[in-house]
């Protein structure tokens, strides 16, 4: 049976570490094997600092696995989506790798990011260290409750991840779509409580939806729904805050790449129920997108052996 990576699926922590980085060019056959022992790495700092209740994931991006895994590919990794006809900008870029690493303290994080980079030396480039953090009950920087329909308990494996009956070679793998988002924090402040709460499409205390008679069809909640309860997408957002820029880092993991498609095609406005975009891009600039399948702890070892 297929092993997880046991971060996709993690519940929250109050800190995330995420590196973007680039393989050098003829690498693959060393990275094969480093990339299969980073979920050992994982687990013996997460046994050393139980505490802090690390955990991590090694994500490929759609661009280079066929460079690094040429004899099997996940049927529905693609590169991220163009949606050239959108009046948002999704700012999509190639990276090779995504590690995130997250847990309950700072330093943890930082710990494990220098022995992620210290494995991967001289067989890497970092094209960039995104940090996240927890803000007060689970909310992001409006100040709302972050994607308060997510998936809970068992239902975060079953929408997240592959099946073995769907595809047995990737069997527990996820795709993932991320996204880097620049947050407005000026413009928001200046709306009223109402006018916030309609864009969201939930009420700011308690994320309880609002009535139909008020909810708007392009307001955030209902944007991103575009299946029923959005149980078809496991969420792993966390907020960033930098002096000049704070915002949200997203991830969205699923099963299937076509549900991360069409929930974004949805937001933007593209799709054939759409009325338009997500109100709550008005606030947000998308900085950078990129997709990436996470693979098996199974699938990493046994490739790294061939």
């Given at each position: 049976?297929?092993?997880?990576?046991?971060?996709?699926?993690a519940?929250?922590n109050?800190?995330?570490?995420?590196?973007?980085?680039?393989?050098?060019?003829?690498h693959?056959?060393?990275?094969?094997?480093k990339?299969?022992?980073?979920?050992?790495?994982f687990?013996?700092?997460?046994?050393?600092f139980?505490?802090?209740?690390?955990?991590?994931?090694v994500?490929i991006?759609?661009?280079?696995?066929?460079?690094l895994?040429?004899?099997?590919?996940?049927?529905?990794?693609?590169?991220?989506?163009?949606?050239?006809?959108?009046d948002?900008?999704?700012?999509?870029?190639?990276?090779?790798?995504?590690?995130?690493?997250?847990?309950?303290?700072?330093?943890?994080?930082?710990?494990?990011?220098?022995?992620v980079?210290?494995?991967?030396?001289g067989?890497?480039?970092?094209?960039?260290?995104?940090?996240?953090?927890?803000?007060?009950?689970?909310?992001?920087?409006?100040?709302f409750?972050?994607?308060?329909?997510?998936p809970?308990?068992r239902?975060r494996?079953?929408?997240?991840?592959i099946?073995?009956?769907?595809?047995?070679?990737?069997?527990?793998g996820s795709y993932?779509?991320?996204?880097?988002?620049?947050?407005?924090?000026?413009?928001?402040?200046?709306?009223?409580?109402?006018?916030?709460?309609?864009?969201?499409g939930?009420?700011?205390?308690?994320?309880?939806p609002?009535?139909?008679?008020?909810?708007?069809?392009?307001?955030h909640?209902?944007?991103?729904q575009p299946?029923?309860?959005?149980?078809?997408?496991?969420?792993?957002?966390?907020?960033?805050y930098?002096l000049?820029?704070?915002?949200?880092i997203?991830?969205?993991?699923?099963?299937s790449?076509?549900?991360?498609?069409?929930?974004?095609?949805?937001?933007?406005?593209?799709?054939?129920?759409?009325?338009?975009?997500?109100?709550?891009?008005?606030?947000?600039?998308?900085e950078?997108?990129?997709?990436?399948?996470?693979?098996?702890?199974?699938?990493?070892?046994?490739?790294?052996?061939?």
């Amino acid at each position: 049976m297929a092993r997880e990576q046991l971060g996709i699926c993690a519940e929250a922590n109050l800190h995330g570490s995420y590196l973007l980085l680039n393989a050098l060019e003829g690498h693959e056959r060393i990275l094969r094997s480093k990339l299969a022992r980073l979920p050992q790495l994982f687990d013996r700092l997460a046994e050393h600092f139980s505490e802090a209740l690390l955990s991590g994931v090694v994500a490929i991006g759609s661009n280079y696995w066929d460079l690094l895994y040429p004899d099997a590919r996940p049927a529905e990794l693609n590169a991220f989506a163009d949606f050239s006809a959108a009046d948002i900008e999704l700012a999509a870029v190639p990276v090779d790798f995504l590690i995130q690493i997250r847990s309950d303290r700072l330093d943890v994080n930082i710990i494990t990011c220098q022995q992620v980079l210290q494995m991967l030396q001289g067989h890497v480039e970092v094209q960039e260290l995104l940090q996240g953090f927890r803000y007060l009950d689970g909310r992001n920087l409006t100040g709302f409750i972050d994607v308060p329909w997510n998936p809970k308990a068992r239902r975060r494996r079953q929408v997240s991840l592959i099946d073995a009956k769907a595809q047995p070679v990737f069997a527990a793998g996820s795709y993932l779509y991320l996204q880097q988002l620049v947050f407005d924090h000026a413009s928001w402040s200046q709306l009223t409580l109402t006018e916030q709460e309609d864009i969201m499409g939930f009420d700011k205390v308690h994320a309880k939806p609002l009535h139909s008679s008020r909810i708007l069809p392009d307001s955030h909640r209902l944007m991103m729904q575009p299946i029923v309860d959005g149980a078809d997408i496991l969420m792993q957002n966390m907020p960033s805050y930098q002096l000049k820029q704070q915002g949200l880092i997203q991830l969205a993991y699923a099963a299937s790449a076509q549900a991360l498609y069409s929930q974004l095609s949805h937001r933007v406005g593209l799709s054939s129920g759409s009325v338009g975009h997500d109100l709550l891009l008005n606030y947000h600039r998308i900085e950078l997108s990129a997709a990436f399948f996470a693979p098996s702890i199974s699938f990493l070892e046994l490739a790294a052996k061939a």
